[in-house]
């Protein structure tokens, strides 16, 4: 597969298509067991590899796809952010993970931002959820500071049907409304 898509750039991050230099840390993070606790469990290297490829996957048959997020500084690899919308999937979703070496620095909403304003311009989306593990407060925290709501709980669909998740969100209007009112600001 050629790896050409779109690119988002923030002040920060590069958002571009997975690449295969993007798999040791991706690999990291599937295996700390903190860290993949809310993303389907800490897995070993050969089943982070096929949860990997669902990116690419999506991309090419989709059209879209999460984005890997970029340090702009280093090149290093944060995590993964953007649309997210399996089948029998509960809606159109933003979802984001990053590396523990990532966390606290700001990078998930200043990705998300970027992330969800190429799905509502570029795919049309007229809303967008967050599907969050109850006990992740930080993922909350997120949404929240996206502007997204709780909006209702409820099981996932398979193969994930044994686990609740609170779903947040907003609509493009919201999103419009919450962008106006909170301009970007300087990472800290």
């Known amino acids: 597969m050629t790896n050409t ?5 923030t002040n920060r991050l590069i958002l571009r298509l997975p690449r295969s230099e993007d798999f040791d840390r991706f690999a990291e993070l599937h295996a700390d067991e903190r860290a993949a606790r809310y993303i389907g469990g800490h897995v070993d290297r050969a089943a982070a590899w096929r949860r990997f490829l669902w990116q690419p996957g999506a991309w090419a048959l989709q059209g879209f796809g999460m984005f890997a997020v970029i340090d702009r500084e280093s090149g290093r690899w944060l995590g993964q952010m953007g649309p997210w919308r399996p089948e029998g999937w509960p809606g159109n979703e933003i979802g984001y993970s990053l590396h523990p070496d ?3 620095h700001g990078y998930a909403v200043e990705a998300a931002t970027a992330a969800i304003d190429w799905a509502f311009d570029t795919l049309g989306w007229q809303d967008i959820i967050h599907c969050i593990d ?3 407060h930080a993922s909350k925290k997120v ?6 709501r709780l909006l209702r709980t409820g099981p996932m669909p398979p ?9 947040w969100g907003q609509t493009r209007e919201q999103w419009m409304a919450h962008r106006a009112a909170s ?3 300087a990472p800290t």
């Open 183 to 185: 301009p970007p600001r």
């Open 143 to 148: 949404a929240e500071r996206l502007g997204s």
């Open 5 to 9: 898509g779109p690119v988002l750039e």
């Open 102 to 104: 990532a966390w606290g």
């Open 159 to 167: 193969p994930y049907g044994d686990r609740h998740a609170e779903i």
């Open 134 to 136: 109850p006990a992740n």
